[in-house]
């Protein structure tokens, strides 16, 4: 099986939104990245809108032909949003306005009241919806009852591990968190910290359908171009791995 790349671009309207101005567009951008063999393309909408742009969402809906996936917070106001521009998916996401980049998984079970009605709106106007969670099976458990259709599974810990044994110990509970999902039917994704390095044990845990990247594609992408940044990663993902591809 192989697995897919949705290529997160928010960083490049970081770049833009550091002078308030119109470029870098991460709406062609997003085609470089599917130019490059990108699978969709991820945005995060954040409440203080500090990268992506509510212009940027409408945009690129109407331009992102493989699959659009938002993430957002349980926001009344992002949830309007989502609502009216229906991407292709919906994640949803913890979000605080202090932290540099998301910091862990959504609480479901501490939350569950906020994200089920969340869930439910988008439900109901038919946006499949995934939810960013730790790979706890009391929070699988939790996504499972309220009726969604993939979890993806914050793998920053993992990516900030200071020695192999941590990292093993990581990639030992997101197999297992995997595991435990897909026995009830779930689809699993990951993503967060992720680069052309530590990708490959993630490639080896059984069951993963998809990864969302951004900050490393980004971050080579004003190196060498967001085409061949893309296609490097796509062969990360598949080097080693040749019944994959």
Do not use: W
């Amino acid at each position: 099986m192989t697995i897919r790349l949705g290529v997160n671009i928010d960083h490049v309207a970081t770049v833009r939104q550091a002078r308030r101005g119109k470029e870098p567009d991460p709406v062609p951008a997003a085609a470089l990245a599917l130019l490059g063999g990108a699978d969709g393309i991820t945005i995060h909408l954040r409440e203080d809108r500090r990268h992506i742009q509510d212009r940027d969402v409408r945009i690129l809906r109407e331009t992102v032909p493989t699959g659009l996936n938002l993430e957002m917070a349980c926001s009344q106001e992002i949830l309007l949003i989502a609502v009216h521009t229906k991407p292709d998916q919906v994640t949803l996401v913890p979000e605080k306005r202090e932290e540099l980049t998301t910091e862990g998984g959504l609480d479901v079970v501490g939350n569950l009241s906020a994200v089920e009605h969340a869930t439910r709106l988008l439900q109901q106007v038919g946006i499949p919806v995934a939810l960013f969670i730790d790979a706890d099976l009391q929070q699988v458990d939790a996504a499972k009852k309220l009726g969604v259709k993939a979890v993806e599974f914050h793998t920053g810990t993992y990516a900030e591990a200071l020695t192999a044994k941590e990292a093993a110990s990581q990639i030992e509970q997101l197999a297992k968190g995997s595991a435990h999902a897909i026995s009830l039917g779930l689809h699993v994704h990951m993503g967060h910290g992720l680069n052309y390095l530590n990708v490959k044990p993630i490639c080896r845990i059984p069951g993963v359908e998809e990864l969302n990247i951004g900050h490393s594609i980004v971050s080579r992408a004003m190196l060498i171009g967001m085409v061949q940044a893309v296609r490097d990663m796509k062969e990360a993902m598949t080097e080693h791995f040749p019944n994959r591809r």
